[in-house]
């Protein structure tokens, strides 16, 4: 494919780099990532840091500004002590899903790392944000900045007005339920007038549609008119159940302050934007991998990169996508970024060089020619979970030798469910996905009542999949801001999913004082 | 595309996160920061560093599920001799699979380890302690100044001439006053020159004299420009302190009595260091005699003879005349003993205390070390030693000398803090 003549000069040589060859190196990028490759990206802002300020992105989740609350001090406090013993190094760089995109490069980072960083980071990465369907429905690429800021002054003024003791209470309990702060399915919008206006017109329209006069002569039932308990009433005034335990608190908690809720509010919205991004880390990191190899091989191929930066650009790529095997000393886990670039590429050599059970596996995609769009039309319209359940090839099961263990708690040994062969595929895929759903990695707790008129006890449910508890430590000191939160007693039950019996219970009342 | 360069934006952004983290930790923190203090040399004891606390102190908690029991599945890469229906045994680890849900779990770690500067490693360490009042008292009467710059004056010695602010006055009372520059001059002269004889030159050569008039009238410096810059005379206290270390090395006390005179030496430096700039340190140690030695030979090196503290006090006056005159220097002292001393010296002892010593000294503590409480049996009621006896007689007395007696290393912080805790109503008086 690569027939274009090497150009006279490359972008650089050696291992310095100044602001214009950052500015030439980008350039030479986006000619390759937007003219050829076809990306659709944010303006790219790229600012250049040092050990410090990458220290303080880390702590504050890699934001560029965040509201001050102790957990932050403490994760720069262990980050620092980490590194300074040498016993972690610092990422290369950090993006941010914001409308300009910001990537946060290292000073350290020799020319050639540069380029990598910013054909991965503000090509890869950057167009995942932007065209991922999960990320446009749950964040606001360009408000996000504006509404950080808006959260640090509106904290540091709680702290003025109400003493910084409230107001870390309260960010701790909130902190605490940031996990179940999160909407997991689109609400319903509330209607306008307009669109109210709308649906009844067609309502009418279906009406006059579907109208028989021969209706009418039948004989009506007895009054059956479902009377709602007093129970169904009040869940249903108080939108119950609810999953979305801060939202709920927002809303509803009796005795908390207008600022209080505001607080609550805040923590849930940074929750939400960060929602998307634990469901697509295999194929965010996937793709920006798939990208900046691309570019770099493309560049090269231009020669617009030397032989030693190539060199250099290799080593570095492949310590990124190197996965240890299980018994490997080093196995922390399926590496995202090695399954992600793995599976990318495979869809690309699916496309291009299919073989004949890539073409039973895949029929929509196997010999297409184009590998860019199927992989844009990807990259737009699933998450790990999806994309796991319908890409993961046989080849690569067999390339990465995966396996299914299985594990009954009560059983005295662990039982090997499927491995690379024929009747396995399926049963691997299936395992995988589930491992990168949120469904089944987070816990489903859900407040299912509450008497406001009476004993106002909080009472939530955990649907207890697999037999396996809540850590009952942590559960009890998050029920314990939940408590505080709510002002009364909660009440939470451990249902077994399957057969509705109760396992465990865990009653909590608020300390006295704890706020207000 | 923009590149900004945000190396050069101040640093620190997460100073207040720390400051926040650290005041929510602190009951945690300082526990960590006095045990980590005694494995220091006195030198070194304030220099910061490395501390590990308990996770739970600081933890976040969150819902997750238990890291063992109930049905897993799980699936891993790097199959190599697996077959289905394979069993594998449990790994002794909790049930974990081959160990991949420890991290998937977010167990966590049992300790966080993060490292403290050097002043904040001493403020914990030394929060809430103050100097005794007496302290305060005599270091506020100490007459030595120091000089601080005072804005400017229009008399002076010729040392402190303020250049820029003379010559800034002088320019602008000559754009006030219309001094003719030497440019100017000189473009006339030129101009005067260049012309034939006649009126115009005539006028040019008069316009000249005028303004060379002027120039002579006008000067290019005058006194009313010249400033100086001012001195302000502020009182200082003595910044520097001495700190005498007394110990009893006889062959009675056992290493881990010197272990814990040593514990308390470390305190006191720290917290002298805290307010002086400047602390020497002087070890006195003796038997029967008395002799100053270095620090490595006051705490290993072993001695034999008889005990008689007068000997040490003996000393100290020596070298408090030779060395550190009492108006110049502040002086601590800390004395550290088994309580044993030579029945005939226990006189002369009060007597040196009161009459030379603690006239001399801001602050003198004795602690008595003893053996380690837990040892001995049950029921069994010390006597109070001889040199305790002597000196209990000597505070009964009114003279100001602190003393407590410590058993075993977890006492010493609170013996120390005893002694230096800020007294309700000191600042009232102070």
């Known amino acids: ?516 | 595309m923009h590149i900004v360069d945000r190396r050069l934006n101040p640093g620190g952004k997460s100073l207040a996160n720390r400051q926040r983290f650290i005041r929510r930790a602190r009951a945690t923190i300082t526990k960590s920061v006095h045990e980590a203090s005694g494995g220091r040399s006195i030198a070194d004891s304030d220099s910061g560093g490395e501390l590990v606390l308990p996770a739970q102190g600081v933890r976040e908690p969150s819902f997750h599920r238990a890291a063992s029991g109930g049905i897993r599945d799980y699936l891993l890469p790097g199959n190599k001799e697996y077959v289905v229906g394979d069993e594998i045994p449990r790994p002794d680890n909790g049930g974990g699979g081959n160990g991949p849900d420890a991290s998937q779990d977010g167990a966590g770690d049992d300790e966080f380890r993060f490292a403290l500067s050097r002043d904040e490693f001493v403020d914990l360490f030394l929060d809430d302690l103050e100097l005794p009042d007496l302290a305060k008292r005599r270091v506020a009467n100490v007459e030595n100044v120091s000089y601080e710059r005072a804005g400017y004056s229009i008399s002076g010695s010729p040392t402190n001439l303020a250049l820029m602010r003379t010559v800034r006055n002088s320019l602008s009372r000559r754009i006030a006053l219309h001094r003719p520059k030497p440019e100017e001059l000189e473009a006339l002269r030129t101009e005067i020159e260049t012309l034939p004889q006649g009126e115009r030159r005539r006028a040019l050569e008069e316009e000249l004299a005028r303004k060379q008039r002027r120039t002579m009238l006008i000067p290019y410096i005058d006194p009313l420009d010249v400033r100086y810059k001012r001195f302000n005379a502020v009182p200082k206290p003595v910044a520097q302190a001495v700190m005498f270390c007394l110990m009893d090395v006889s062959g009675s006390m056992t290493e881990h009595m010197k272990d814990l005179a040593k514990r308390f030496y470390i305190l006191l430096y720290i917290f002298l260091k805290r307010r002086y700039k400047n602390v020497e340190l002087v070890f006195i140690r003796h038997t029967h005699v008395a002799s100053e030695v270095d620090e490595d030979t006051f705490f290993h090196s072993p001695e034999t003879g008889g005990t008689v503290v007068s000997t040490a006090l003996e000393e100290m006056r020596r070298v408090v005349l030779d060395r550190f005159d009492p108006s110049a220097w502040n002086i601590y002292a800390a004395q550290a003993s088994d309580g044993d001393n030579t029945a005939s010296d226990n006189e002369r002892t009060a007597k040196l205390l009161v009459d030379t010593i603690l006239p001399a000294c801001q602050y003198f503590a004795y602690l008595e070390v003893g053996r380690d409480i837990e040892h001995f049996p049950p029921g069994f009621i010390r006597r109070n030693s001889d040199l305790w006896q002597t000196y209990e007689a000597v505070v009964k007395a009114g003279a100001p000398l602190a003393m407590r007696k410590v058993g075993h290393r977890r006492d010493i912080y609170p013996v120390f803090r005893d002694l230096f805790a800020r007294k309700i109503g000191s600042e009232a008086a102070a």
């Open chain 1, 1 to 516: 494919m690569s027939t274009t003549l090497k150009s006279a000069r490359p972008l650089f040589e050696g291992a310095d780099w100044e602001f214009s060859t950052v500015q030439r190196c980008h350039d030479a990028i986006q000619e390759i990532a937007v003219g050829e490759m076809g990306l659709c990206v944010y303006p790219n802002q790229i600012e250049v840091i040092g050990t410090e300020q990458m220290l303080d992105a880390y702590s504050s989740i890699g934001m560029p500004l965040f509201y001050k609350h102790w957990s932050f001090g403490k994760h720069f406090a262990r980050d620092e002590a980490m590194y300074r013993a040498g016993m972690q190094g610092l990422a290369y760089e950090i993006v941010i899903n914001s409308n300009p995109c910001i990537s946060y490069i290292m000073e350290e980072n020799s020319a050639t790392m540069q380029t990598l960083v910013i054909a991965h980071a503000a090509f890869g990465h950057n167009h995942f944000f932007k065209n991922n369907y999960l990320f446009k429905q749950w964040t606001d690429a360009d408000g996000i900045l504006d509404y950080l800021e808006f959260a640090r002054d509106y904290v540091l003024q709680c702290e003025e007005k109400y003493g910084e003791t409230a107001v870390e209470t309260t960010l701790d309990a909130a902190h605490a339920l940031m996990s179940h702060g999160v909407h997991r399915y689109p609400r319903a919008r509330a209607t306008n007038l307009r669109m109210e206006e709308k649906r009844e017109r067609e309502r009418r329209l279906h009406d006059e549609q579907v109208f028989n006069d021969l209706w009418r002569t039948l004989p009506g039932k007895a009054a059956t008119r479902h009377d709602p308990t007093a129970l169904e009433r009040r869940r249903a005034l108080l939108q119950l159940p609810a999953e979305n335990i801060l939202y709920f608190l927002e809303k509803s908690a009796p005795r908390l302050a207008p600022w209080q809720r505001e607080l609550l509010r805040i923590v849930r919205q940074v929750a939400q934007y960060f929602y998307p991004q634990g469901q697509t880390k295999l194929m965010n990191e996937g793709c920006a991998t798939f990208v900046h190899y691309k570019i770099m091989n493309r560049l090269h191929e231009k020669g617009l990169l030397t032989d030693g930066a190539m060199v250099e650009f290799l080593k570095s790529h492949t310590n990124v996508v190197f996965q240890p095997d299980f018994d490997d000393r080093r196995y922390s886990g399926i590496n995202p970024y090695a399954l992600g670039f793995a599976m990318m590429q495979d869809i690309e050599r699916i496309c291009i060089e299919p073989t004949a059970e890539d073409r039973q596996y895949f029929p929509d995609i196997a010999g297409t020619e184009d590998a860019m769009a199927v992989l844009r039309d990807i990259w737009a319209n699933y998450r790990d979970e999806s994309f796991i359940l319908q890409y993961l090839s046989p080849r690569l099961i067999r390339q990465f030798g995966l396996f299914h263990v299985h594990d009954d708690g009560d059983a005295p040994s662990l039982k090997v469910r499927s491995i690379h062969d024929d009747t396995g595929y399926r049963d691997i895929k299936r395992t995988l996905a589930r491992q990168y759903d949120v469904g089944w990695s987070t816990p489903d707790i859900q407040v299912v009542d509450v008497d406001l008129a009476g004993d106002r006890k909080l009472i939530v449910h955990h649907r207890v999949l697999n037999k396996i508890l809540l850590n009952e430590n942590d559960a009890r000191m998050v029920l314990q801001h939940l408590a505080d939160l709510w002002g009364y007693d909660v009440l939470m039950r451990e249902i077994d999913a399957t057969s509705d019996t109760v396992l465990k219970e865990h009653t909590i009342s608020p300390r006295p004082g704890a706020f207000g």
